[in-house]
């Protein structure tokens, strides 16, 4: 049977208000393999019974591509082999968990832009951060909307939990597919995503 770990990536500031909302939803789904990512700790430790993993990491809008390269490594080198890994914003609602056969190596909302809005993040960022006043001046390339939630299989989480580059990064969606594509790894458009899972501002 394939095995899905969603990994809900929130901060220390909206935990107590989406901690009961994401435990209610899964719970209501009759599904355990999840987990709520939080920054901002001195040490990485997690609790499987109350579904938390707290991270040594930035835990500022700035600190997502650290936040969620780290909680890809941790869940990948300490827990039960999954077959893939779902990474999901705290507002994302789950309504039926995604058929492994709509799944490929990196699947999600895929948007083709070769732009975007550069200043996007700036003033999300803390104020100690150098990104909250500098545009992106990266590349684009073909990726998976952090907003709606993507999959990444274990086959290819090789190539991801080990790299370093993330503090020159802002944006962690696009970030990823940057990473993916050095290893000829493209994302693939889920069809009719919104019918197993959708950002609730959506």
Not at 80 to 101: G, H, S
Request: aromatic share 18%; net charge neutral; glycine share 4%.
């Amino acid at each position: 049977m394939t095995k899905i770990l969603y990994l809900f990536i929130t901060c220390q500031k909206n935990f107590d208000n989406k901690y009961p909302k994401i435990l209610s939803m899964m719970n209501k789904l009759n599904y355990t393999d999840y987990l709520i990512v939080v920054g901002g700790y001195n040490t990485n430790s997690i609790d499987l019974i109350n579904k938390v993993l707290k991270l040594n990491c930035n835990d500022f809008y700035e600190g997502l591509p650290e936040k969620v390269i780290k909680s890809l490594k941790y869940v990948y080198e300490n827990l039960y082999k999954y077959d893939f890994y779902c990474k999901l914003d705290d507002d994302v609602d789950i309504y039926e968990i995604m058929p492994n056969t709509l799944l490929s190596n990196y699947s999600g909302t895929v948007s083709n832009q070769f732009t975007g809005d550069r200043r996007w993040h700036i003033g999300k960022c803390s104020t100690f951060s150098k990104f909250n006043t500098t545009e992106y001046k990266g590349i684009y390339v073909p990726w998976c909307s952090g907003g709606d939630g993507y999959f990444l299989s274990y086959d290819i989480m090789k190539y991801v939990v080990n790299d370093t580059t993330y503090f020159d990064e802002i944006y962690e969606d696009l970030y990823i597919a940057k990473l993916l594509r050095i290893n000829k790894i493209y994302p693939t458009h889920i069809p009719n995503i919104y019918t197993y899972m959708k950002p609730n501002d959506k």
